[in-house]
């Protein structure tokens, strides 16, 4: 149980385009979803936190305008990086948790690479 | 305010060996502790948790942890290590008083099994 897709694994885009990647709970409903950011070596970077039907709290120094988050149901969320650039290739892994139990179950990630 | 450390940034072990991986956290009140672990471009994965009761508490692949309240540690341990444990580490916290369900993550902790 506690299975989390994303999608697309792997992303190529121009500067400037915009790309979209998708997250689901396959099997239990997901009150609350996460975007994280990872840089190669390092930590979590905590993006944003989203709720269900309500708008994302996004983190301080994370810009709400160009990382676009919605999460229109209990088993989708989507993370649209928008006019992306070089510097936002990343990998990108969000994570889905629901009331109980209390952990968070994670996607396999996305790696975005912007040419 | 809450954080948490991982202070070693690597550990090596011999295959066979035990090993521990080490977490120390800071947070308000009650601390809800976690482990996951991350292989090579992928996601994470949930490992164990620690929420209320028994201090020892044992999770997925033979992996252990004990909470230890007088020394704010929380640390990952399995008796004989394998080839295969070979990934990176990542010790959160959250302060289980509140709503917020956003996890602190350490640093990260690469462990490497030697055969």
């Known amino acids: 149980g506690a299975v989390v897709s994303q999608h697309p694994s792997r992303v190529i885009c121009k500067s400037g385009t915009s790309v979209k990647i998708e997250c689901r709970s396959l099997?239990?409903?997901?009150?609350?979803m996460f975007w994280y950011r990872q840089f190669p070596k390092q930590s979590l970077m905590l993006m944003a936190t989203?709720?269900?039907?309500?708008?994302?709290?996004?983190e301080q120094g994370v810009e709400k305008d160009k990382f676009l988050i919605n999460h229109a149901s209990l088993t989708l969320s989507t993370l649209t990086v928008t006019s992306a650039h070089p510097e936002d290739s990343s990998f990108y892994i969000c994570?889905?948790?629901?009331?109980?139990?209390?952990?968070?179950?994670f996607g396999p990630g996305t790696r975005l690479t912007v040419t | 305010a809450q954080s948490v450390a991982q202070p070693e940034d690597q550990v090596n072990v011999a295959e066979g060996n035990p090993l521990t991986v080490k977490c120390t956290y800071s947070?308000?009140?009650?601390?809800?502790l976690f482990w996951y672990v991350q292989y090579p471009n992928r996601g994470l994965q949930f490992l164990l948790k620690?929420?209320?009761?028994d201090n020892l508490v044992k999770g997925s692949y033979g992996f252990e942890a004990e909470f230890n309240k007088s020394q704010t540690s929380f640390h990952l341990k399995k008796p004989s290590a394998l080839v295969s444990d070979s990934a990176l580490y990542f010790c959160?916290?959250?302060?289980?008083?509140?709503?917020?369900?956003?996890?602190?993550w350490g640093l990260g902790t690469s462990l490497a099994v030697n055969p």
């Open positions: 989203s709720n269900e039907g309500s708008k994302a709290t996004y």
């Open positions: 099997d239990f409903q997901a009150t609350t």
């Open positions: 994570s889905a948790s629901s009331f109980q139990p209390y952990e968070q179950y």
């Open positions: 947070v308000s009140g009650n601390p809800y």
């Open positions: 620690y929420i209320t009761g």
């Open positions: 959160a916290v959250r302060d289980g008083a509140g709503n917020n369900r956003k996890l602190i």
